[in-house]
């Protein structure tokens, strides 16, 4: 229940001027719970973003803001965004790293006007660097990461994962930084800087497979939906189709040998009795497996691993993600009111504030559609507003 009429980022203000995928999923934490968001756009659609405004893409990024057209290739709509920053708490752009140079909206440049400003950057390989200033887009990064070569089935060939993994871990690691930094200020009074990149996000991403390089040398290859490094967890087949098994610690082997009706292969003795043993065996082990699971349903199996205490679980499509009775009780398929869409529904975010309601308070924008809202907040007047469309400043 909601007894709280303010989200936790209630009163901060965010100047959201960016692009693509990772740094709107930065911004998306900060609308969702609370924030007054502009998202500042181009005057004119250079990308064709305008025709897929009202697609599910642009809708799941950018609800819960507000947005402005505006032209910081002029001078008037450099001023602007400068009157904007005087009062903003955070600027988030994820431009190549020479881009905000060049239109003067720096960390540098900004931090003159507001010296507590927050400013966050993404990019695809850093601020600085042989190619810095190189654009970078998921699907590279993945490749540069070393994910593509640990993903897929063994002799298959690098392979890319079904989402943008890259876009999303930098636009979540830097919220958390916004976030750090926001925390600092508290403290000191005083603006930071926090920047991360596509690939620095996605080498943490590898995580115990870059340790594993970093401190044994081992180069890892794919595994297929098997685990690395582990001697079960993986997916099986039943009658009817696959599910997973999870869990490697001894005693839920144990029970996974009960659950199959071969308890003798963890007894003292057996070859696969140790986790050391099961590992150096694990093709034949896991082969062995599955050829006990393929003869009952998948439903069968996972009664009877959750009544024994073994970790599984189904295989979805996208249709019974949404159908699943955990996930419709979680609440992550949300509804917002759309002016021309009607009722859509779009992912929730993952978080929960005990006490703070995470429904969508507003779809996603048309550009521009509160450019003359802006303004006026800023203390602009009807003719100005009015001559600075006339050069072309705002939109």
Avoid at 108 to 124: A, F, H, I, Q
Avoid at 341 to 351: C, M, N, Q
Wanted: aromatic letters at 6%.
């Amino acid at each position: 229940m909601d007894d709280s009429p303010y989200l936790p980022l209630t009163g901060l203000k965010v100047i959201d001027l960016c692009l693509a995928r990772a740094g709107p999923t930065c911004v998306r934490h900060l609308a969702d719970w609370g924030a007054d968001v502009i998202k500042v756009e181009p005057t004119e659609d250079m990308r064709g973003d305008g025709e897929k405004r009202h697609g599910f893409d642009a809708q799941n990024l950018h609800r819960n803001k507000r947005s402005m057209r505006l032209n910081l290739k002029t001078p008037e709509g450099h001023a602007v965004l400068m009157r904007m920053v005087k009062d903003a708490d955070v600027v988030v752009e994820n431009w190549r790293p020479d881009v905000k140079h060049r239109l003067k909206v720096s960390w540098e440049d900004l931090r003159k006007v507001n010296p507590k400003l927050v400013y966050g950057s993404n990019s695809g390989f850093g601020q600085e660097g042989p190619i810095a200033k190189r654009g970078g887009v998921d699907q590279i990064v993945q490749g540069m990461s070393g994910l593509q070569t640990v993903t897929g089935e063994p002799g298959s060939g690098p392979m890319r994962t079904g989402i943008a993994v890259g876009d999303l871990t930098a636009g979540n690691l830097l919220a958390l930084g916004i976030m750090m930094a926001l925390y600092e200020r508290d403290r000191t009074g005083r603006g930071r800087w926090v920047n991360t990149s596509l690939l620095e996000g996605l080498i943490m991403m590898m995580d115990f497979q870059a340790s594993r390089y970093l401190m044994d040398g081992h180069v890892a290859k794919p595994a297929g939906n098997m685990h690395p490094t582990g001697d079960t967890p993986g997916v099986y087949p039943s009658s009817d189709g696959h599910f997973n098994i999870a869990g490697a610690a001894q005693n839920t082997y144990i029970k996974l040998c009960e659950v199959l009706g071969k308890p003798e292969w963890a007894q003292p003795g057996h070859k696969w009795a140790t986790q050391k043993e099961r590992v150096k065996d694990r093709v034949a082990l896991q082969a062995a497996i599955g050829e006990v699971t393929r003869t009952k349903p998948m439903d069968h199996w996972i009664k009877a691993m959750e009544a024994g205490g073994v970790p599984c679980g189904p295989i979805y499509t996208m249709d019974k993600v949404f159908a699943d009775e955990q996930i419709q009780y979680l609440g992550m398929a949300q509804p917002v009111q759309h002016p021309v869409l009607g009722e859509i529904r779009i992912v929730a975010s993952p978080l929960t504030f005990v006490g703070a309601s995470r429904a969508i308070r507003l779809p996603t924008p048309d550009a521009g559609q509160h450019t003359d809202e802006v303004m006026q907040g800023l203390g602009y007047s009807a003719a100005e507003i009015s001559d600075l469309r006339s050069k072309g400043a705002i939109a």
